[in-house]
């Protein structure tokens, strides 16, 4: 019986002092937003016990339930994108026609006051930052978190938002422009 | 010729993605080449390049939190558990 041995087993009893922050760290850094992420480790576990009789031990408990997870998070976005996604399409930054790929008069860069004094890193410059990519749509949010502050790969962000790379900087392109008009108008020029 | 001459839009978004040190090598030509022509994109990029600075900030700040669930979420959590397993 040497194959069963090195074969993985369940054991739910111990899966929430073992799994539980692991999982809740992998959740929230992708949805940001702490209830969310409890949301989706809960239902994590539950259906791995529920699917607990269809594991077949080839992978590590842990690798098992981060699957059951990530597609949870897939789910997630999913949703987000059904209900967002109608609002996003006609956020344009640029006019249509002649005017087309030019920058929109109130788009302009507009010169920042004594920038240099702005950008000492203080607790007002952070809750603003926050605030302004908040303002964000859900989608270009996320994507902008992700790639930004989380630093993940664009590969592995395309492949868990099932976006292309083009599609990807298009949208850290919108946020990032939005999110610079939005510290202009709240930050440096206020 | 012609291949170099590109939209605000364009130049934006390829300043934008070499914050992130993945423009190719054409896109920073072509954006280069748009700077000689275009003072606004030449401001968007220089504002572009503080708000990255900002925004490695943030993202340090991130690195730094250990989120974890309490304990009391945790014997929540094994309580619900519970309910499902009985």
Redesign the interface.
């Known amino acids: 019986m040497t194959e069963n041995e090195t074969k993985h087993t369940l054991d ?1 009893n111990t ?3 073992k799994y ?2 692991y999982l ?2 992998y959740a ?2 992708r949805v940001n937003n ?1 209830d969310i992420a ?1 949301d989706l ?2 239902d994590t ?2 259906a791995g ?2 699917s607990a009789k269809n594991f077949e031990g080839k992978a590590a408990e842990r690798t098992w339930l981060v699957a059951i997870l990530k597609r949870k998070v897939i789910d997630y976005y999913r949703k987000i994108n059904s209900k967002k996604g109608k609002a996003e399409v006609r956020m344009n ?2 006019e249509e026609g002649d005017n ?4 929109i008069e109130e788009r ?2 507009q ?2 006051d004594n ?1 240099a004094d702005k ?1 000492i ?1 203080t607790e007002e ?2 809750t603003t ?1 926050d605030q302004c990519i908040d303002k964000l749509p859900e989608k270009y949010a996320l994507v902008f978190r992700m ?5 993940f790969e ?1 590969e592995e962000i395309c492949k868990e938002l099932n976006i292309t790379a083009s599609n990807l ?2 949208i ?2 919108r946020a ?2 939005q ?2 008009k939005c ?1 202009e108008d709240n930050w440096f020029n206020n | 010729m012609a291949k170099f001459i590109i ?4 130049a ?2 390829i300043c ?2 070499s ?2 040190g ?1 423009a190719t090598f054409f896109e920073k030509i072509k954006l280069n080449f748009h700077f000689l022509i275009c003072k ?1 994109c030449g ?2 990029s220089k ?2 390049a ?2 990255t ?3 490695k ?3 340090n ?2 690195k730094k939190e ?4 309490s304990t009391e ?2 014997e929540h ?2 309580k ?2 519970q309910k ?2 009985a």
């Open positions: 739910p899966w929430i002092d539980a922050d809740f760290n929230v850094v702490n409890k480790v809960q576990f539950f016990l529920k930054f640029y087309e790929g030019s920058w302009v860069p010169t920042w920038d950008m890193e410059l952070k930052i790639k930004t502050i989380q630093e664009t900087w298009v850290i392109h990032r422009t999110l610079r510290m | 939209s605000c839009d364009e934006t978004t934008d993605k914050q992130y993945e606004v401001l968007y504002q572009n503080k708000m600075n900002v925004y900030m943030k993202a700040d991130c250990n989120r974890c669930l979420e945790k959590l094994k619900e558990l499902i397993e």
